[in-house]
């Protein structure tokens, strides 16, 4: 067996013993409830909404119908109760993505008509500028009250940018149309849980880049927006950045300068299996060495932020593991549980305290199918985390001697044995303890009941598959 994460509380199991390995193999699990090493917080469980248009395509495969923030349906469209948000009780919702910097906002200020995204191969991300009509901003907002989901929303940071001769964008930050958005929200009442500045433009940039120098003098100038616009309001939104891929440098220097409160949340984004078209992706998954690779970079932010002294915590603004969006059959199957829940555990045990998945709807690799809606197996995997396991404090690596349980004779444990349907690991039907997890005729997600066993027998986890167990005599102190 390999990649056990484990929780105060609860362990689960990532099974991933290769077909013709030994058919059993005992090993013991040493849980110190004494002392936690990481937290997390109310918003850990966050998936993200994009701006693609419907005709973004990659490799041939165009993935992402109506799950645009321009043009998704809304609550009113949707027969009640959908599979949404509810769910999860909290869920936070990242709006952005790469075409994020290319958005302008319709709020009276900018210039020319408020257009829609148009195909354009010459144009960075191969799409023109966009508009967020003012109309829709409202209709989003109605659903995400009706859904109850935390909103950080990404601002574009390219405006008033020039291209300097070593391809990166220079010049200040112009936030005036960004500024003009946050009045209008705060106007209408509308509550932002965050403001997040920019999309990949930290270290080199996919597309472009901004130096870190500038990107601080930035960050300070939407903090004082918010600051501004937020005066006198019982409580204000966080201010976020740099939603980008993480570079050592560029992040201390973003980091150093805006201590000790000037930012809330540094966010970097985890792409870590390569391009969705990589033949390999499932080899990559099913390698807990490969997937182990991401713990440095955890490490070094949460070190990062430790020797600055700052207020700000570390977020995964965005991890859809293979980008150009995903891989059918691969990143919306049963199979890249492995990754996602290996990922989510990982990030929790460095102090991370919200791990946002791209995506929600949309691409190869949405929680939900974009076009039935119809939870895929990483919804379910979501679900499981949420409702199975503690929250909170979580458990450190096994030790020798490890705190036992005390236990009556007669206690029970419960567990969630998650496997793919007729053991396919690329199905996109996930089995609950052998029950297809399928919303029923009115849309309902089906209860998460799970099997209860006595004790003293071993928790017993077959090839590729996923174990929670749920151990509710056991007690942490670092919990209490």
Known sequence: MAGVRFLAGSLWFLALLRLGAAAEAAGVVSVDGQRAIAS???????????WWPPDKCDYGTCSWGRA???NLVTADDIPSPPPFPGSFSPLTLRLGGSLQDKVVYGTGDAKGPCAPFVKNAS?????TQGCLPMRRWDELNAFFQKSGAKIVFGLNALNGRVPLQDGSMGGNWDS??????IRYTVSKGYTIHGWELGNELSGNGVG?????DQYVKDVIALKSTVDNVYRGSPSKPLVLAPGGFFDAGWFNELIVKTRPNLINAVTHHIYNLGPGVDTHLIDKILNPSYLDGMASTFSNLRGLLKAAGTSAVAWVGEAGGAYNSGHHLVTDAFVFSFWFLDQFGMSAKYDTKSYCRQSF??????????????????????INRVSVTSEGAHGHTPRRHGRKFAQAASAMREEYHLTAKNGNIQSQVMMLNGRALVTDADGNIPRMEPVRVAAA??????PYSIVFAHIPYFRAPACS
């Open 40 to 50: 997390t917080s109310e918003d850990f469980v966050c998936a993200t909404l994009d």
């Open 68 to 70: 645009s923030l321009l």
């Open 123 to 127: 144009e960075m991300h191969g799409f």
């Open 176 to 181: 005036t149309n960004a500024a003009s958005l």
């Open 208 to 212: 472009t880049r901004v130096g870190a």
């Open 361 to 382: 709807i949309g691409g190869n690799y949405g929680l939900l199918n974009t076009t039935t809606f119809q939870p895929n197996p990483d919804y379910y995997s979501a």
């Open 457 to 462: 027998q071993h928790i017993v986890i077959a």
